[in-house]
């Protein structure tokens, strides 16, 4: 039985044997946003494994419609805090939506970039995330025009899933070892700046080189201070060998991450991941197991994959409770809720056999589906509940 509470948006049985044998596509909410006066569910809607587009459903009149033009490519959507604009990455490019200007924009850095990853907003104006440069994962910001600043990088590790809370950044960092790769969770306090850059000062955030100090405008004495405490990183979990991947910080004090085991081994049907807790009691900062939950190997490798990856399988946060979707042996997956207050799990259930990405709004779970063929508003109307 499924609980009365919740309000299931998305529903569909899928099997191991369609995901091999079916063309799939999946449709799956991302977030909760005010778009044109209503509030609505951005979902992706991955119609191949190249193919995507970005749809809003209407929460009051359970309509749905495209955000974006067919041209984009959208994934890792991320909005900024005041909600009027979002990032997306499309096809290796960083783009930029209004719902005022209702247009999208790329964004043009000014530096050579690959592989950009987790795009965040640190403020209404500047991202940061996570690329490679120089051989290396660095966490670089960027402002509307493209201008870049270094906040971390390394010759000897890479940065990755960057997370601001406040003034301080969470990173987890993977050092290069002779046998292997090492494990850190670190902090560093990060202030987005206003300042825009020159040839003079191309690297507010890491090494200072020739600037010249007449420029008041690029960098006065306030902006050296926050360059000198954001070269201090700060340790607050160390792993070994031990992967920790999808850092996900609710709080400075309280945050979430992954571990799984790499590389992924593909002939087998499931993947386990767990999701641990890590929080600060006092002065230190401990860690524990929270769950494990497994996830179709087909849904993350193959022809039938997920474009975003593991990114949509991943637990989501609602006030003090963890929700998530984890696959039994025949594949099938169905919902879950961890309660971290008691430690207990509660199963929720799915209407059918497979459900995915759960999103919790106002007392209502949104989830993903998997879709043999084209989705259409019959089919939307059929299956809300």
Known sequence: MINNQFAF???IALSCASLELCAISYLYPVAVCDAFGEKQICCIYQKSLHNLELWLYNIRTQQIEKAL??????????FCSDGTRFSFIDNGRVRVYSFLKRSARSLEFTEPLHDVTFVEWADNNHCYFSAKQHGHYAILQTDMDGDIA???????ADYLYPQKVGNQLFVVKRVYLNTGYRYQIIKVAYKSTKKRKTDAATDL???????DLIQEDILTDSVFEDIQDQKK???I????????AFLSMVSSAKGFFARFKVPIDQRTNMVELSYHGIYKNGKLWRSNKLFSFSVPTGLISGPDRLHESLLPLLPRYFDNLLYYASSSSNCDMTLYQYNLSTGQIKWIGCPDSTCFAPLMHKGRLFYGIAIEGEIDQKLLDSISL
């Open 150 to 156: 270094h906040i971390l990088s390394a010759y000897d």
């Open 233 to 235: 990183e700060y340790v």
């Open 205 to 211: 955030f890491g090494t200072i080189g020739d600037v």
């Open 237 to 244: 979990l160390s792993t070994g060998t031990q992967v920790v």
């Open 9 to 11: 948006l998305f529903f």
């Open 69 to 78: 033009w067919s041209v984009y490519n959208p994934a890792n959507v991320q």
